[in-house]
């Protein structure tokens, strides 16, 4: 186990020099922090580190003292919390999206579910988290009050509902607080923020807070304090479900408070521009205690919705040191993304210090060197930095965490091919440079008319003084289905700046639909997930949204009915028929084709029946638009560099021997419903469901449609690199290994479809 010199903690943060410029608008925060529990052992760092935190606010992020609730030790009651919470979303004060941030330090726990909640709080497992106040009460389970019980999570979700709907989404929860019942277990060097065994919750348990917040489907907030899909507010939290959140006995503050405050107060950090996603990349945590970071908004400036956020682009990396290399101190450069994120051999990045672009000012964020994709494993790849300047030998400066953003495609690329029947007007469009950046193959008239055949490119431009018109590949699924044309096209004037985006956006559209496992990953684990994982696809009874359930059959089987619900009685049945990702869904795949009928809903149900967890993603491609939207993703960890300098492991959605509901349920996701554009009587869709054995940031697979008008303030050159392919090795890991399996999804009018 790590010492508290390990972890960092021994060292309190000095919070008296402040930055002279606000960082951010006004803030408002609610600060609790309990040590003294009387019915339950105490703690000796909570409190200190609230006041700790408080001192941040008022020094860092020029709080009024005036605009701070702070309730601390006996203070810090189950009413007086509640109060708290009431008098932000009563204060006259607080403007529409001002930030407020609510932070709490002491004890968490965990309790078994009131089975009356079981329709109106769907959770993964039959249990609730809570906040412990400083009057909990054991006895309080004899009676039928309130008093002397946990905050359980319902409440604490309808009371941010309620706030984000009076002052806006600008919100801010900080937990450090265990959700794991743990104990103290004899640690001499740790107490643990959780009591294992606190009073139940009534079934009626704050009622009166939740009906205020209106039905469940209105409230727009994710079940409990965890899920991507908190729309009111972005939680940071000092540890996993699962997981102790820990405070140093001998320093007397909490392992997470201590690391977030440290980075938030470090001298080279601005504080300005950090997101959320890149904070969390920046905490360093002993391997025992992973920090979450979860909700819609992760993406944001921390405390601050009105500046642009994080630019999915870029890619989170990490430098690792050796300082017994051959020549002193050696760097190595890792990326924290893959082949499952579609990162190939021989592309190139340009190498950032943060994961933010400024419209306004182009140089707010300037590349800082160059670098070459060398190996790739299956979440990982390796990176050979070159000077920006040729004629240097200096080693580039890149800090520990770094951000990458793509610059070229790798050799993949040449097998796309974009047809123009104006190959001069195409050229002046798209430079050379560009060209060689993207790296497609071009065919126009010009190009041997003889063998030419326009219909096999995989895009085709037709450019008339009118307008500029986009057509996909003939003789596939889709374009059989819906035709050839894209939905939109470009006057000349606007297409010019929009080519580009869309040659951009189908390359990388067939590239990561296409995408298939290869050699990296561990051939064994991945065999057992192909047979082991099965899926089913079932409508959902749209009479009761609270209450959802899955009805009728399983949707991919085309066999009895009867059968639906189970798994396959033999491995040739569906395992490898409906798991195992088969080849390019572009090129034939009517075995998994589906037919839905839009204002439906539907659910995806995956059943783990291997003795490995996994996460699971869930991504739709609609290839009219060019769109790749992530419909299910698990939450996202802290990084975590320390021992493997990778990605910290959070919770697994899909434990071992388990099954998962994506769009009811224990996921609490929304259901699948489909919608027909203006004028459409049928549509098609691509899901690719991906299954992997680390939690991974799958934000730069996701795009935007092309399809848009341009922004002429945010137009930029691309940038042409002159670096050469520099390929190693690196040693794979045992254990790491992903599959995919794609579903194409036809979408007919009520009445056409699966159940007609």
Not at 170 to 197: E, F, H, M, V
Not at 678 to 706: H, M, R, W
Not at 707 to 718: G, H, I, K, V, Y
Not at 736 to 743: E, Q, Y
Request: hydrophobic content about 35%; aromatic content about 8%.
């Amino acid at each position: 186990m790590s010492t508290p010199m390990e972890v960092d903690s021994s060292t309190d943060v000095d919070l008296y020099d402040s930055p002279e410029v606000p960082p951010i608008p006004t803030v408002h925060a609610l600060i609790i922090g309990i040590d003294t529990y009387p019915k339950f052992h105490n703690l000796t760092g909570a409190a200190r580190d609230a006041r700790r935190f408080k001192k941040f606010v008022r020094n860092y992020l020029f709080a009024e003292e005036s605009n701070i609730i702070t309730l601390l030790n006996q203070a810090a009651s189950r009413e007086a919390i509640l109060n708290g919470f009431e008098k932000l979303i009563s204060n006259d004060k607080i403007n529409q999206d001002d930030p407020i941030i609510i932070y709490f330090a002491g004890h968490g726990s965990r309790i078994e579910k009131p089975k009356e909640w079981e329709d109106d709080w769907p959770t993964v497992t039959p249990m609730i988290e809570m906040m412990c106040p400083s009057d909990l009460d054991p006895a309080a389970g004899s009676w039928e009050s309130e008093e002397g019980r946990g905050i359980p999570d319902r409440t604490i979700a309808a009371l941010l509902h309620r706030l984000s709907q009076k002052k806006g989404d600008n919100i801010t929860l900080i937990l450090d607080c265990c959700c794991s019942a743990g104990l103290d277990r004899g640690d001499t060097q740790y107490l643990t923020r959780g009591i294992a065994k606190p009073p139940r919750i009534t079934a009626f348990c704050d009622d009166d807070i939740v009906k205020l917040a209106g039905p469940k489907a209105d409230r727009g907030v994710q079940e409990g304090f965890w899920g991507k899909h908190h729309a009111s507010h972005v939680l940071l939290a000092a540890c996993g479900v699962n997981q102790e959140a820990k405070e140093v006995i001998s320093t007397r503050c909490g392992v997470f408070t201590n690391e977030l405050i440290k980075v938030l107060t470090r001298e080279d950090v601005e504080l300005n521009q950090l997101t959320y996603t890149s904070l969390m990349n920046q905490l360093r945590m002993p391997n025992f205690q992973t920090p979450h970071c979860e909700g819609q908004n992760i993406g944001r400036r921390l405390f601050n919705k009105w500046r642009s956020g994080a630019n999915p682009a870029y890619i989170a990396g990490t430098t690792r040191t050796n300082p017994e290399g051959p020549g002193g101190v050696e760097a190595t450069y890792v990326l924290h993304a893959g082949e499952v994120h579609g990162v190939v051999p021989g592309s190139t990045y340009a190498i950032h210090g943060i994961n933010i672009d400024e419209e306004e000012t182009p140089d707010f964020n300037p590349p800082l060197c160059n670098a070459i994709v060398g190996s790739v494993t299956s979440f990982t790849a390796q990176l050979r930095c070159v000077p920006l300047e040729v004629d240097t030998d200096s080693p580039p400066n890149i800090p520990e965490v770094f951000y990458a953003k793509r610059l070229t495609e790798g050799e993949e690329a040449r097998q796309f091919i974009v047809y123009c029947n104006d190959a001069r007007w195409f050229s002046s469009v798209i430079s050379a440079d560009v060209h060689r950046a993207l790296g497609f193959t071009f065919i126009s008239p010009l190009s041997n008319p003889q063998s030419l055949n326009p219909e096999l490119a995989d895009l085709r431009v037709t450019y008339t003084p009118q307008r500029v018109s986009f057509e996909r590949k003939t003789g596939t699924l889709v374009s059989d289905f819906v035709g050839t044309r894209y939905r939109d096209f470009f006057p000349p004037h606007q297409a010019k700046y929009k080519l580009k985006d869309v040659i951009r956006a189908a390359l990388r559209f067939k590239l990561h639909l296409s995408k298939q496992q290869s050699s990296s990953g561990d051939k064994a684990v991945q065999g057992v997930l192909k047979t082991k994982v099965w899926f089913e696809l079932k409508e959902l009874d749209s009479s009761n949204y609270e209450g959802r359930k899955p009805i009728g059959r399983n949707i991919l089987l085309h066999a009895d009915p009867n059968q639906s619900s189970k798994a396959p009685k033999s491995k040739q049945d569906i395992v490898s028929d409906r798991v195992v990702a088969s080849q390019d869904p572009d090129e034939g795949m009517d075995d998994s084709t589906v037919t839905l009928e839009v204002k439906r809903w539907y659910t995806l149900i995956i059943h783990n029946d291997s003795d490995t967890p996994l996460y699971p993603y869930v991504a739709f491609f609609d290839p009219g638009m060019l769109q790749i939207d992530f419909w299910y993703t698990p939450a996202i960890g802290g990084e975590a560099p320390g021992s493997n300098g990778g990605p910290a492991q959070v919770d697994f959605p899909l434990p071992a021997k388990s099954t998962l509901g994506i769009g009811y349920g224990e996921s609490s996701t929304s259901p699948w419903t489909f919608e027909f554009a203006e004028g459409d009587n049928c549509d098609i869709g691509y899901f690719k469901i991906y299954l992997t054995t680390k939690n991974s940031d799958f934000s730069s697979v996701a795009q935007d449609t092309p399809f848009t008008a341009p922004d002429f303030n945010s137009l930029s050159n691309d940038t042409n690199t002159n670096i050469q392919d520099d390929r190693g090795d690196e040693e794979k890991v045992v254990g790491d290994a992903w599959i995919a399996r794609t579903l194409v999804v036809k979408q007919v009018p009520e009445g056409q479809g699966h159940g007609s």
